[in-house]
């Protein structure tokens, strides 16, 4: 089935690698029992090679401490996929629709969609603690473009799924992005950009791995590499999408 390339609870299993477009995999880690995370790669040249579809991605987080948090996880994926796979555009109406279908327990999420007007422009929406940011190898920066729900002691403070408590969904953050030539999109869960909070991860060294890298396939491998060589303590999911040259 198409579903099972683009949706996989697997814990060190890859979604589908394309060098040259999107590339996302989650990666268990070095600590955890299982992988709570859910990754969803929907490219339309890849999959479909039609125009009525557009480019969905995301990556969601079972909210830790919290049961059922791969099954909210996966649930949610599950549920973005069938709008993705129907040709329908996610909004903030349809994303609490989407919050009231969910099986069970909590999850994050970042999402990014495709505009129909330009290969390059993606409106996100983001829920909880997972990030979506950009780096320029131009101006040598990595900037996070999504807001992080979460308090001062890093706990979640919105999230998804029936499970929340008093931390459920009430708007997803929304942003958008128009990619230039060097810029790449990266989504991520927390087990990786906590590395990048604590300094333990630079955005030099993620630019000198962008530029050592062969394609982006070997780019994404290598940012999870380095979180596991970090101690791995968290499920670690990535996407990254490039700027895209095609016409």
Not at 94 to 114: D, P, R, S, Y
Not at 126 to 154: M, P
């Amino acid at each position: 089935m198409v579903f099972d390339k683009l949706f996989n609870p697997h814990p060190k299993e890859v979604i589908k690698p394309v060098p040259s477009r999107p590339y996302g995999e989650t990666n268990i880690g070095m600590y955890r029992e299982k992988n709570e995370d859910a990754i969803l790669i929907f490219d339309r040249n890849d999959i479909y090679d039609q125009v009525k579809f557009h480019s969905v991605y995301a990556v969601a987080d079972g909210v830790g401490g919290q049961p059922n948090g791969e099954v909210a996880s996966h649930s949610l994926i599950s549920l973005i996929f069938d709008h993705a796979s129907s040709g329908r555009y996610i909004n903030q109406e349809e994303l609490q629709k989407i919050n009231n279908q969910i099986e069970a327990g909590a999850t994050t999420l970042v999402l990014a969609q495709q505009s129909d007007k330009d290969q390059n422009h993606y409106h996100l929406y983001s829920v909880g603690d997972s990030s979506a940011l950009i780096l320029d190898q131009k101006s040598a920066t990595l900037t996070e473009i999504t807001k992080r729900d979460e308090n001062s002691a890093g706990n979640v403070t919105q999230a998804m799924g029936p499970d929340t408590g008093n931390f459920f969904l009430k708007k997803a953050n929304q942003s958008s992005v128009l990619l230039e030539e060097g810029q790449t999109l990266i989504l991520a869960t927390d087990g990786f950009t906590r590395y990048i909070d604590k300094g333990q991860i630079s955005p030099s060294q993620i630019l000198h791995l962008k530029k050592s890298c062969p394609d982006n396939t070997a780019f994404v491998k290598s940012l999870i590499n380095q979180a596991n060589s970090l101690g791995g303590v968290d499920n670690i999911t990535i996407i990254s999408i490039p700027y895209s040259s095609q016409k």
